[in-house]
């Protein structure tokens, strides 16, 4: 399901002018809540009219709900992910995610670079989060793969790699 619009929720408690009361109620995801609405003309009315100012904030929600369920879905490792504005962009997303090794393309990286790699450039070669490209250097470090070193001209950190 795509976001859930402010617009398309007031449209949908508009139709409770004409008796079908709750259906903004089952937009937003609210199930029970629309049944009640339903079977009840809106609580009589009065909870449609109220729900009149509430009606932003259940969408707020019911999108804030979207974005958990499918971070949980598209995060391979639990870690959250920028939530993408076009649903194409999750595909070509999950497609992008690593499926090697990540310390083989780390080495790959290295190696297409000179031996000499930032944080930036690891996470950029890869596609990982920076939490995990921390401990994938780590990784590297600990099992002598990378030393660390300082670039001459900036300063800024490097990882060197001996290939």
């Known amino acids: 399901m795509s976001r859930a619009k402010t617009r398309t929720a007031y449209l949908l408690w508009a139709l409770g002018l004409f008796g079908f009361c709750g259906l903004h109620r089952f937009y937003a995801g609210q199930t029970v809540w629309g049944v009640v609405y339903l079977f009840t003309f809106g609580l009589f009315g009065i909870g449609q009219l ?3 100012v509430l009606v ?3 969408v707020k929600t019911r999108n804030e709900q979207l974005r958990r369920k499918y971070l949980a879905e598209w995060s391979e ?5 920028p939530m993408p504005r076009d649903r194409n962009l999750v595909a070509v997303q999950a497609i992008a995610q690593p499926k090697e090794d990540p310390m083989l393309l780390l ?4 190696h297409a670079n ?3 790699l930032s944080k ?3 996470a950029l070669h890869t596609g990982l989060s920076p939490e995990r490209v921390e401990a994938l250097i780590q990784a ?3 099992s002598g793969y990378a030393d660390v070193t300082n670039d001459p001209d ?6 060197v790699f001996d290939l």
């Open 56 to 58: 932003p904030g259940m």
């Open 114 to 116: 000179g031996g000499k």
């Open 120 to 122: 930036a450039q690891v």
């Open 140 to 142: 590297a470090l600990h």
């Open 107 to 110: 080495l790959k990286a290295a």
């Open 154 to 159: 900036s300063g800024a950190v490097r990882y």
């Open 50 to 52: 109220i729900d009149l």
């Open 77 to 81: 490792d639990g870690l959250a992910m």
